[in-house]
């Protein structure tokens, strides 16, 4: 398989760290979403993905997965074990819900080509991006961490004692939540799971600094 | 079941669909999100849903589902005829990446709270507020268009010619387009399918005027 990654995505580092819990190698290919304009809009890489977005998953038969929420979910689906959603329906329900409270409430409000419309488009200060940015994750985490402390099904990590797709999509937010000096005391639950991931090589392995691309 | 339920929230507009296609009876519960300063922040619902978000799916045996796209696939997994998912790993993943592309690019950026945000905290005028909204919808569908456009898996839906996760999603973001006036002559393919979704009693049924709480 080859990973079409930008080492600082983290959609790019949610399927890392799937892959590695599912113990898959791969090829790692740099995307570079700066340089040249941003390497994901060059001619080749929108052939293969027209949302011109990171990461892709490319099987070794040629087929092309995208967005990193679809391609866990395929991941689960094609390579079980082991698995990254419990057994039951309404535990299933529950990771996904924490995953997509992560991918659909903090993430795109911050990413990238959001914050260059705040500078460029509407013209923000730098200390009004900053503060745009940590508004979102210092309330959006503040709902995960009352998923995450007000349920008995939360153990170890988000669900239970073994690592799901809700633990997968929790680490790379915090990652951005730290480079942007969110606060991050009000959500102890969640910081002692994310501390917990890291102990694990398939998330630690995963990490930004760690992938060949890094600056 | 009950839902708890906004007409015009898009993300209880597709769960609507999803128990409709499934031929699912419900109690409609409205939660009003402007009215009494946000009725999803009162006690009562942040007991039920502590991010205060709509929808909220609960079972009669009190069972709480929360994410729209979570709630789908909960109701996949213990209502699975008729499927929203089609039966192959690959075109299960492209249906989600679709519906993905649209619940994390396009939507996140244009929801209340966000529009609110721009305006209230960033003193952005309503000329720009709207231009922000127009940008977000106008592109990401953009990236929609070329995924069913460049894909013979394209049916008479977005994945074959029964509709899928990806048609729930793509029906309420339209809905939202043109109630911004977005341009959307620049998307026919993804106009075609929503244009056919709507002859369906399941997704007419589910439009924000239909509900009982409509305005």
Known sequence: MKLFSYFRSSASFRVRIALSLKGLGYDYIPVHLVKDGGQQFGTEYRALNPAALV?????????????????????????PQPPLLPADAA???????????IACE????????????????LGVTDEQKN????????????????????DARTGVYCHGDAPTMADVLLVPQIFNAKRFNCRLDHVPTVMRIHQQCLTLPAFAGSVPAEQPDAE
């Open 91 to 101: 535990g299933r329900a529950r990771v996904r819900s924490i995953a997509l409270s």
């Open 106 to 121: 903090i993430h795109p409000l911050n990413n990238l080509r959001v914050l260059g419309y705040l500078s460029k488009t």
């Open 55 to 79: 990461p892709v998953l490319q099987e070794d038969d040629g087929r092309v997965l995208t967005q990193s929420l679809a391609i866990i979910e395929y991941l689960e689906e094609t390579r």
């Open 131 to 150: 503060a745009w940015y940590r508004h979102w994750v210092e309330t959006g985490l503040e709902a995960v961490e009352a998923m995450l402390a007000g």
